[in-house]
């Protein structure tokens, strides 16, 4: 049997083929989400049976034991009928008793999703807000645990902004919404006499999570932007583009406490990249002063009678330990040797 020579093909068989390609990727991925979805409405039913048994019947927690043995006895190949995740479906359809609920948004989410959610939210609220940022972005499991562990719900749109005067109100609503307060910088160490630049390296040095915390849609241009205004130059500490927004976003650093002199700063700032950097589609640049702390009503007036939307946010971080108290620690291999030293009674 000959085969068909592979470098003979019709003009349009490469856009023919990516269509093809295409449309199976979709239909994995509905097919994905189909049995996602059916798997997750199943865990629901099976919690409401038990809870319902266990209230009309008696049935005790044992009876979950029990339970576990003889599904998996007779459904080997699947390994989700452990006590515990018995325990877990239970717990959901406790936490959620109408199943149309279930069916829209929360088996939109993966079972681990739902889990992670019942054990670290308990504000029905709050883990409803924490299911639809899923769904928006796209967030992995890992990345749900982060974002609830550094309290993105509290902070979300929590800076102190004048999009709502500066900016059209589509735009300035979205804006106050991909900016927090304060930034969670946790997987920094700096000592307190860092300065800027030691901030900006380190930033960059974690740029991964420092685009992370930022949250979805930031696209990083560079650091130390140069741009030259009457012959001098002047550097932009941090330049990102935001995708959604369609607009540069300038990042200044402060290793200090917000002072009104930071929004003339920006003010400037913001005027030259419009006016040099930005593409006649973009919207207006906007701006973020990211400061060791802030005063509100400071922050405030300074941003008042400003004509360039400018955000002003604090940040935390993670302080290096000082040396005095650094040197009496005891090393690993210390700790290591005086565990192993010690005999179990």
């Known amino acids: 049997m000959t085969l068909p020579d592979s470098s003979i093909a019709p003009r349009d068989y490469g856009l023919f083929l990516r269509e093809l390609k295409d449309r199976i990727r979709q239909a994995q991925l509905r097919a994905a989400l189909s049995v996602n979805r059916e798997l997750v409405l199943l865990y629901w039913r099976i919690g409401r049976d038990i809870l319902e048994r266990q209230k009309l019947h008696g049935w005790g ?5 029990k339970l576990a043995i003889d599904l998996r006895s007779e459904f080997v190949e699947m390994k989700g009928f452990s006590p515990r995740n018995l325990k877990y479906m239970r717990a959901f359809a406790e936490a959620y008793p109408n199943e149309s609920f279930v069916q829209a948004p929360l088996a939109q989410i993966t079972w681990y999703h739902n889990i992670t959610l019942l054990d670290k939210v308990k504000d029905p609220a709050e883990r409803l807000w924490y299911v ?5 972005h796209g967030w992995s499991r890992n990345v749900l645990v982060h974002q609830i562990e550094s309290g993105l719900h509290k902070r979300q749109g929590q800076a102190v902004t004048n999009f709502s005067r500066t900016l059209p109100p589509a735009q300035s609503d979205l804006a106050k919404q991909v900016l927090k307060d304060p930034y969670n910088f946790d997987f920094l160490t700096l000592s307190d006499a860092a300065r800027e630049r030691d901030l900006e390296r380190a930033l960059l040095d974690h ?18 932007n140069m ?4 012959g001098e130059d002047f550097y932009i500490d941090l330049l990102f583009y935001h995708l959604h927004l369609r607009c540069y ?28 950097l930005c593409h006649p589609d973009d919207k207006p640049s906007i701006g973020l002063i990211l400061c060791k702390t802030k005063n509100k009503l400071i922050a405030e007036y300074a941003l008042r009678d400003t004509r360039k939307p400018i955000g002003v946010s604090a ?8 040396k005095q108290i650094k040197g009496q620690l005891p090393t690993i291999e210390e700790l290591e040797k005086e565990l192993g030293g010690k005999k179990r009674k």
């Open 207 to 224: 740029l991964r999570d420092f685009l992370l915390e930022l949250g979805v849609g930031f696209s990083f241009i560079g650091s130390q």
């Open 61 to 65: 927690a044992k009876v979950i034991d």
């Open 315 to 322: 940040y935390k971080l993670t302080h290096s330990l000082p």
């Open 227 to 230: 741009i030259e205004i009457g």
């Open 132 to 136: 639809q940022e899923t769904l928006r």
């Open 249 to 276: 976003v300038v990042i200044d650093l402060k290793m200090e406490g917000f002072k009104p002199e930071h929004a003339g700063k920006m003010n400037f700032y913001l005027s030259a990249v419009d006016d040099l």
